[in-house]
């Protein structure tokens, strides 16, 4: 900037945010809606940005994909859904030390519940209350549930908690997107005239329970009477849900993804009203999607499959996240470049100007400006790597791999993700079979060519062996993909 003001920056999560749910990725109605998702606001903001076509989640799921973003690791390398230690570099003290204060506004409850401390090093640090988990409420003793508590994940433990702050609301204003969203345009109207800032706003939502007013199911479902799945079990649909409830939950989550859209369109519309966009990089992004129906499941991990708790492989759907950056002095536009969570951490350190970048990722400032194209040869993405049976997606030249550890060393995982309780995982019969798509000819990931391309997918699993290395990976961990190489 010629006047040397330094940049703010805002990074906007929102978990479980589909990126074909977004008008400004897919232009095409909802396969089983029969209608397109209204995403008008976001759509906006992309107009003024620059998309990336090509990004995918790091470390998955939700909290390690926060600690990718606050230490520009692939931290799945090293550990799981574990609370921040008192040792990793952190993004926002990066900037703090170069004279920016820092705030952290959040409704995901797992960063701070629990003792897991992601607000380290945050100048300060608002949590919206009552999202999954979250032991705020003791009443209602017995909230009401949309639908047979049985067919609910977690319906006492986890939902529960929610649906006792949701008795309370009276308006949309009482949503958790709301709340979140107004508590992040009341900060900035408060501090945006006090120096530099990184502000870090977090969405839960469009994560489960899809309970947002009726009025936005309404528009994608209207008139059903069926039980309401807003919680699901992650499972196989046979045998869990009819077509018509699963379309039904389709809608709910539409609903939520809307929702969010109107309110993360609020925060964007405050950043332009306070003056703020010639100063100011914004980042929308999300950890990951969700299965509603597709390759016959429906969730997104940690799949109950035949009675044992499996990770799912990372579909597209899951996988495939958006990635929407605004640059005061970027030309809008599309850009082809594979970036991941871990870029983010050196990319704002690069645009503010630090020349020591620690980190695995790599910055795609230049990406951004337009004055280069290419970024990474591949993504990589994977949950936290102890155990037999766990995969990992690659993703290269129009191909997508799902790359199974073998089950030498046999490491039993007792793993805390999705909800930070304990489950044992088991591992797929024979290990996983590793699979093969060709994402320019089967976008859906349909048929499973593997079989086709033994040759392509042997170098597929040498290069998440030189990548595993190339991060320092214990060795242990890196033994099962090594086993199969």
Not at 6 to 30: A, E, G
Not at 53 to 62: E, I, L, Q, V, W
Not at 333 to 352: H, K, N, S, W, Y
Request: glycine content about 8%; charged content about 25%.
């Amino acid at each position: 900037m010629s006047n040397g003001t330094k940049y703010n920056f805002i990074i906007i999560v929102s978990d479980t945010l589909r990126r074909d749910f977004l008008s400004c990725y897919n232009d095409q109605p909802d396969s089983m809606l029969g209608k397109h998702v209204d995403t008008r606001f976001i759509e906006d903001f992309s107009k003024k940005s620059v998309v990336f076509d090509r990004a995918y989640s790091g470390s998955f799921p939700t909290v390690p994909h926060r600690r990718d973003i606050f230490t520009g690791c692939f931290t799945a390398t090293y550990t799981g859904w574990a609370p921040m230690t008192q040792f990793e570099p952190l993004l926002h003290v990066m900037l703090g030390q170069q004279g920016y204060t820092s705030k952290m506004i959040i409704d995901c409850p797992h960063l701070i519940k629990d003792g897991f401390h992601f607000d380290r090093g945050f100048d300060g640090w608002d949590w919206i209350r009552g999202q999954e988990g979250d032991r705020w409420k003791t009443t209602p003793r017995q909230p009401s549930f949309a639908c047979e508590p049985s067919r609910t994940r977690s319906p006492e433990r986890q939902q529960a908690c929610h649906m006792r702050w949701r008795s309370r609301w009276n308006g949309e204003e009482d949503t958790f997107p709301a709340r979140t969203a107004n508590t992040a345009c009341t900060w900035l109207e408060k501090n945006y005239k006090e120096g530099p800032f990184y502000l870090y706003i977090d969405f839960f939502d469009p994560h489960e329970p899809w309970d947002p007013p009726e009025w936005y199911i309404d528009m994608y479902d209207p008139g059903y009477e069926g039980q309401e799945i807003q919680y699901p079990c992650y499972s196989k649909i046979e045998g869990y849900m009819n077509q018509e409830e699963l379309k039904h939950s389709r809608a709910c989550y539409a609903g939520e993804v809307t929702l969010v859209d109107r309110w993360i369109g609020r925060i964007v519309q405050k950043v332009e009203d306070l003056g703020l966009l010639e100063t100011t990089v914004v980042l929308l992004t999300a950890d990951h999607g969700f299965l509603i129906g597709e390759h016959g499941f429906i969730g997104k991990s940690l799949i109950n499959y035949s009675g044992t708790m499996r990770y799912l492989p990372l579909f597209e759907e899951i996988n495939h996240v958006p990635f929407i950056v605004y640059h005061p002095d970027a030309t809008p536009g599309r850009r082809q470049a594979m970036v991941q969570p871990p870029d983010i951490f050196p990319t704002f350190l690069d645009i503010e100007g630090k020349v020591t970048l620690p980190s695995d990722g790599e910055s795609f400032k230049d990406i951004l400006l337009g004055e280069r194209d290419h970024h990474r040869n591949f993504t990589m993405s994977f949950p936290y790597l102890k155990g037999s049976g766990i995969p990992i997606t690659i993703v290269k030249d129009g191909w997508a791999a799902f790359v199974f550890s073998s089950d030498s060393p046999k490491n039993e995982l007792i793993d805390k993700a999705v909800d930070g309780y304990e489950k044992k995982l088991e591992p797929w019969e024979n290990a996983g079979q590793d699979q093969l798509y060709n994402l320019n000819q089967d976008p859906r990931q349909q048929r499973d060519i593997a079989g086709d391309h033994p040759d392509l997918l042997k170098e597929f699993r040498e290069t998440v062996v030189q990548f595993l290395e190339r991060l320092d990976t214990e060795e242990d961990l890196i033994a099962g993909w090594r086993d199969k190489s």
